[in-house]
């Protein structure tokens, strides 16, 4: 038999019917069913703090999964509401000489909520027959305590086999594991109800009788612990469990919630489903963003990514700095606490660097992974610089800017004394070999930096969208610092602004190819790959106004707008595939990015264009939630975008970009807290775009209300 040298990869495919729920550093993802069962899907489960703590739940009624019943319309975010029915059971009464069989329907309600630290659940079984029923009910629990880099497929250095502890009493039941991080952690399982009459590791058993039309209930606490000290049992005596009502915890969540979207503003379109696209995206906002302790900090994604991420984190505050800046606050007294301080080289740390990811679970603690903080991005400082000078620019708090001083100038010293090639001046990265990332861009997969041929660039890398934020940053300081007294930095920035200018359009520009090189491979050769991330350069003021508008005309020719968004790379390039992560796909926040440069540098044509696709494609997406990338294929009569197999839903920078589509097509900036009006550009299908209740920091505690009208061919737009 002939053989094939291929060796396959798993592939943790998200279903687009997974249920996916988030509280602070609890998440959990499930089938419309509701049963988790890791033997059949397994990537299913509830996590916490990187590890899943419950990793089977299910229930069964003769032995048979009752049948999901599918609600149509979006889902609550805070609360899963699932109805099921078993099949239709008959019987025939003894004694009955006819030999009619009975027809018996018995269903299933429950409502499943999470907590921080556990889950809540209540399960009605209920007779809906004119008979009485007796059935045998059961309940599957299972807890694995996988890491979810395991989950995630990522083999363990230490791969001894788990031993979980357990124990019940009463109606309590107990599963331990003690790690190699010399951490137990703990799932403990409680049930207010008709007790069971068997109770062992995998499964709680029940005969249940109810009369016609009666139904029984169930309440059940998980909840999650951690710890140093190792418990040996149970407490003693009775179980006394406070048992947290469903009905209170949702209303506390949707208070919560009600709460946080009173502070955004309020959008109104002629088109009403951009409209709840809006909306979506700040109850997609309300999920991700975590409490710290300097206030709401959002998490990147979901499932896989639900920490924080820096350049996820800083993109999401610049993309709603102009809505929400108390977010950018968060986001920027966060990471500055994050910061490196000592060299490193597992974590890719250096002082002043700022934090790529970070992780919990047992893999991150015993160093099995270098993610515990992983500070492998070569462009996470100079965003957070950039960040830093447009909070001052939304807000005019100079006073922040001097509190946050001392990091601002940690993290220059970073790129100056290890991020700058001497040779030219350009941010530049080297691949990490201890089991970090490779390519240290936003785009990080091994294969995303290469050369016309398909042959991968060799480090260090200098790419071109991260010499267009370092000159921002650069550009942003030279101005902000001599407004707070500080000249010499001033007078310095200023003059590595010029240089980085000069040296980058002469070395990345690609006369035969009318765009901008990806990036310099370690021997100074231009990688002459057509991508988006040219499109980021202008953002920053980098490019001569000329070099721009052909740059923007560019970025829409067939080979890389899909019709749906710009492409991470063109069709024609050696490496493109439209189903790959980064070689190919069409990401929202990138093509956000690109459309806020574009409006920045007045190109109104290429953001209505771009701006279409993208609101277009937006249309076909599930709760008008724009995904963390879908694919790159044409846009073709009939179909809309394919999703990509394992994009998260919802992704922080994903929901923001529409945000920073906002301001794009308003074409509005900010100057020390004073709104000024730019260029406004708005797709065919938009007449009027209204945004009421901007926070207006040069009018104190004001508000700023703004329109942009069509009237014939012509936009107007004003204040009001």
Not at 666 to 676: L, S
């Amino acid at each position: 038999m002939e053989q094939f040298p291929y060796e396959v990869h798993s592939l943790q495919v998200l279903n687009i019917s997974d249920v996916i729920h988030k509280n602070e550093d609890h998440f959990g993802v499930w089938p419309p069913s509701g049963d988790i069962d890791v033997d059949l899907s397994s990537h299913h489960g509830l996590f916490w703090r990187g590890m899943r703590f419950l990793s089977k739940w299910s229930c069964r009624v003769l032995e048979i999964q009752p049948v999901p019943l599918w609600a149509q319309g979006r889902r609550d975010p805070f609360y899963d509401r699932i109805h099921r029915i078993l099949p239709v059971l008959t019987f025939h009464e003894p004694g009955d000489p006819s030999g009619h069989r009975h027809v018996v329907r018995l269903s299933l309600t429950q409502i499943r909520v999470l907590e921080k630290d556990g889950l809540v659940e209540s399960c009605s079984l209920e007779n809906g027959s004119p008979y009485p029923v007796r059935v045998p009910f059961s309940w599957e629990i299972g807890c694995d305590f996988l890491d979810l880099f395991e989950v995630r497929g990522v083999r363990r250095v230490h791969s001894t086999p788990r031993h979980v502890e357990w124990e019940s009493k009463d109606r309590t039941a107990s599963y331990r594991y003690y790690g190699n991080d010399l951490v137990e952690r703990e799932t403990r399982v409680s049930i207010q109800g008709p007790p069971p009459e068997k109770i062992d590791p995998s499964k709680w058993s029940w005969v249940l009788a109810l009369k016609p039309g009666e139904s029984l209930s169930f309440n059940f606490q998980v909840k999650f612990h951690e710890s140093k000290k190792r418990a040996h049992s149970l407490p003693k005596g009775p179980s006394s469990i406070q048992f947290s009502g469903v009905d209170k915890i949702i209303r506390n969540r949707e208070s919560g919630f009600r709460k946080f979207e009173m502070r955004w503003p309020e959008l109104k379109t002629s088109d009403p489903f951009i409209d709840r696209c809006f909306s979506q995206a700040i109850k997609d906002l309300a999920i991700l963003c975590t409490p710290a302790r300097e206030g709401l900090i959002p998490y990147a994604g979901l499932p896989w990514f639900s920490t924080v991420f820096g350049r996820d984190s800083i993109i999401t505050g610049l993309s709603t700095l102009w809505a929400y800046p108390e977010l950018s606050r968060t986001i920027l007294l966060f990471l500055g606490r994050m910061q490196a301080r000592r060299e490193d080289p597992f974590r890719a740390a250096e002082p002043g660097k700022i934090l790529h990811e970070m992780r919990t679970g047992e893999m991150a603690q015993t160093n099995e992974v270098p993610f515990g903080r992983y500070y492998g991005s070569v462009d996470s400082t100079p965003l957070y610089l950039i960040l830093a000078a447009q909070y001052v620019d939304r807000t005019g708090d100079f006073l922040f800017l001097e509190s946050l001083w001392p990091v601002i100038e940690r993290a220059f010293s970073w790129i100056q004394r290890y991020g700058v090639d001497p040779r030219t001046g350009f941010l530049v990265y080297r691949g990490d070999t201890n089991g970090g990332l490779v390519q240290q861009g936003w785009k990080d997969s091994e294969d995303s930096v290469f050369h016309a041929n398909g042959e991968l660039a060799p480090h260090p890398i200098a790419l071109s969208e991260v010499q267009s934020y370092l000159y921002w940053a650069y550009n942003s300081f030279a101005l902000l610092s001599r407004r707070i007294g500080k000249a010499s930095f001033s007078n310095s920035c200023g003059k590595l602004a010029l240089q980085l200018k000069k040296r980058f359009l002469s070395a990345f520009w690609v006369p035969e190819m009318k765009t901008f090189a990806l990036a310099l491979d370690g021997e100074l050769k231009p990688c002459r790959v057509r991508s988006s991330n040219a499109g980021h350069l202008l953002l920053s003021g980098l490019l001569p106004s000329r070099m721009a508008g052909s740059l923007g005309k560019s970025l829409l020719d067939e080979d890389l707008y899909s019709g749906w968004g710009i492409r991470t790379l063109g069709n024609r390039e050696a490496r493109f595939d439209p189903v790959s992560y980064h070689n190919g796909s069409v990401w929202p926040h990138d093509n956000a990015l690109i459309l806020w440069g574009m409006s920045r540098h007045g190109l109104s044509h290429a953001v209505e264009r771009l701006s279409t696709g993208f609101l277009d494609g937006l249309r076909y997406f599930r709760d008008q939630r724009p995904p963390e990338l879908y694919c790159g294929f044409d846009r073709r009569v009939g179909e809309g975008p394919f999703a990509y197999p394992t994009s998260c839903s919802p992704q922080a920078w994903a929901v923001a970009s529409l945000f920073m589509l906002v301001q794009a097509l308003g074409g509005f900036r900010f100057d020390r807290g004073t709104f000024v009006q730019g260029v406004p550009a708005l797709p065919e299908t938009l007449s009027e775009v209204q945004i009421k209740n901007i926070p207006n920091f040069a009018k104190g505690s004001g508000f700023e209300s703004f329109s942009i009208q069509r009237l014939g061919n012509k936009l107007r737009s004003s204040l009001f």
